[in-house]
């Protein structure tokens, strides 16, 4: 079984064809490694999601979804603080998302450390999950034992500035993540953003030496391209698509990347160049379902055969 562990949270999603100043907003259901744990089993892995979710009306309809796609939530705790939500903003044009957010006192962010899972194959973590205390603590502590468990762990920080009050404090706690992450996922911004003015390709490198198997860098309709510890770089073109908006992409890609890599039997070894182009290509393909339709709704397996 794979794990996503993070938030669950209510995307709030403006409407096309409404006032454009103040636009109506519809409620999706959200969460980077929510939106992760339902890619994975949509895609045909067993998955279970690690996380805290509120007994609100939001709660109960993140947890009903998780369950219509199959996804195991046995490690889900329940609170009854109230659910994360996140106001998006959609640029015209591109799609692209930003978002403002509402946490205080919410759910996700009281996570507590879980008892080991027997028989996990991987795990990925990331978003407002890894800021968002006293909830990030215990979720870094999940990774550290995870790594030392010699489970696969994958990371997506998916940055929300907004979120980070002390950006040069949270620099500093992703470098202490790495030498616990296996696979590193970034957005050319959230890379950008890491790095802080320095450039980026120093700023890989530095990262991939201090524990990484592998970087994958998305580029939106440029395409992944896949840097490993031993040097070498792999690509995969974007697939044209028209987008609707840009929401659940990048967690898309979180799946497709460790659905892939579990089905090549590439998660317990070095992936070949060849193995490295199938899985981006695959991540790809699956990514641009996400951006083809409103909100973060993620491709079943049927869809990309």
């Not at 620099?171 to 790095?195: M, N």
């Not at 992944?224 to 990048?250: K, N, R």
Request: charged share 20%; with cysteine; net charge negative.
């Amino acid at each position: 079984m794979i794990a996503a562990a993070g938030e669950a949270l209510i995307d709030l999603v403006p409407q096309q064809g409404t006032d454009q100043k103040l636009p109506a907003l519809e409620p999706k259901l959200g969460g980077g490694p929510f939106n992760t744990a339902r890619a994975l089993s949509r895609l045909g892995t067993d998955t279970a999601f690690c996380s805290r979710i509120s007994r609100d009306h939001f709660g109960e309809a993140l947890l009903a979804a998780l369950h219509a796609d199959g996804v195991d939530t046995s490690l889900v705790q329940r609170g009854p603080e109230p659910t994360t939500l996140a106001v998006a903003h959609i640029e015209p044009g591109s799609g692209s998302a930003s978002y403002s957010f509402y946490t205080e006192g919410t759910a996700d962010r009281l996570f507590e450390l879980p008892a080991p899972v027997p028989d996990l194959r991987a795990v990925c973590f990331g978003t407002c999950s890894l800021v968002l205390e006293p909830g990030a603590t215990a979720y870094e502590e999940l990774l550290r034992t995870a790594d030392e468990r010699g489970v696969f762990t994958a990371l997506d920080p998916n940055i929300r500035a907004g979120l980070i009050e002390d950006p040069a404090a949270y620099r500093t706690r992703f470098l202490g993540w790495l030498p616990h992450v296996r696979l590193l996922k970034l957005s050319e911004e959230d890379a950008a953003w890491l790095a802080d003015g320095a450039p980026v390709r120093g700023a890989l490198k530095e990262w991939l030496a201090a524990g990484p198997q592998a970087v994958v860098l998305t580029r939106g309709g440029e395409g992944l391209t896949a840097y490993t510890a031993d040097g070498s770089e792999h690509h995969a073109p974007g697939v044209p698509v028209d987008v609707v908006d840009t929401i659940g992409a990048g967690d898309t890609v979180n799946a497709a990347l460790l659905h892939r890599l579990d089905r090549l039997g590439a998660l317990t070894r070095t992936p070949t160049a060849d193995e490295w182009r199938d899985v981006l290509a695959f991540a790809a393909r699956a990514a641009a379902v996400t951006c083809s339709r409103a909100g973060a709704e993620p491709p079943y397996a049927h869809e990309l055969a």
